[in-house]
């Protein structure tokens, strides 16, 4: 342990021992922690939602140390394993979901591909399978974080705004018009 103490310096070793402590015993979010991951998590469990997939298990907990940087915590398959996600504070609220949405993006392409479909999430509703299937890319555009097809740069939403043909959103809108 010497030889990265000596190389990262006090600082950044005591981080990294914190980080390795907390993967064993992770650390409860504090309020204003749960405040942010829920915040800009919001529009991305709606976007799960609406797109028919199911929707993780956050745990409000922390795996690893940024410091006062980011917010850390952890989703899951419920029941099953999972991942670090973080929300870096330093940066603007559009910045932080188009950021969090790749985080996403990485599990429900872990479950997409345990379920031997394609791993592209979320599909394209414009391009849903010509010539080959493809997901949106978040981006930020106009201080606003959006959805993004990939192959014609073309904004397709905001992100918590979609709806895709038989997603959740769809078909609760056309029960809600029926007498």
């Not at 991305?44 to 939602?49: G, I, Q, T």
């Not at 850390?72 to 991942?83: D, K, L, R, S, V």
């Not at 509703?125 to 192959?151: I, M, Q, S, Y």
């Amino acid at each position: 342990m010497a030889p990265l103490r000596e190389m990262a310096g006090e600082e950044e070793f005591a981080r990294i021992q914190r980080s390795r402590e907390l993967g064993e015993h992770p650390r409860p979010l504090t309020d204003v922690e749960r405040s942010v991951l829920r915040e800009t998590a919001a529009p991305l469990l709606r976007d799960l939602a609406a797109t028919g997939m199911s929707l993780p298990d956050i745990r409000e907990e922390a795996h690893e140390d940024p410091g006062t940087e980011a917010v850390c915590a952890w989703i899951q398959e419920p029941g099953g394993t999972g991942q670090g996600i973080c929300i870096w504070l330093g940066n603007p609220p559009a910045r932080q979901l188009e950021q969090l949405a790749e985080q996403f993006q990485g599990w429900a392409a872990d479950r997409l591909h345990d379920a031997g479909r394609s791993p592209g999430w979320p599909g394209c509703p414009e391009h849903p399978g010509h010539p080959a299937p493809h997901r949106l890319e978040p981006d930020v555009r106009d201080g606003a974080a959006v959805w993004v097809c990939l192959e014609n740069g073309r904004v397709i939403g905001k992100i918590g705004t979609l709806v895709m043909p038989g997603g959740r959103a769809r078909q609760r809108r056309k029960r809600d018009r029926q007498p």
